[in-house]
């Protein structure tokens, strides 16, 4: 077995400059464009998921959504 443990081999499509930064990167950090690219996402989804909380915070401090009591969905979920 590989090093490689559940992991999904991907194709994608990237504007020039893009591909021109990540192999330059790469090359002199000596680190795969792969992985590279893996961390990269990994900080873009932190960042998003900050985003999507602020957003519903203000769908909560709004109106325009409810919360949930913690003892209704206990409740439901039969704990």
Known sequence: ???YVNVT???ITLDN???TELNAI?????EKKSHLIENAL?????MLDEKLADK???ELESG???AIP???VWKELGL
């Open 1 to 3: 077995m590989g090093k």
């Open 9 to 11: 081999k991907m194709s």
């Open 17 to 19: 400059d893009v591909v």
């Open 26 to 30: 790469a090359k002199e950090l000596n």
């Open 42 to 46: 990994m900080i873009y989804f932190d």
């Open 56 to 58: 519903r915070l203000r």
């Open 64 to 66: 325009t959504v409810k």
């Open 70 to 72: 913690a003892k209704d």
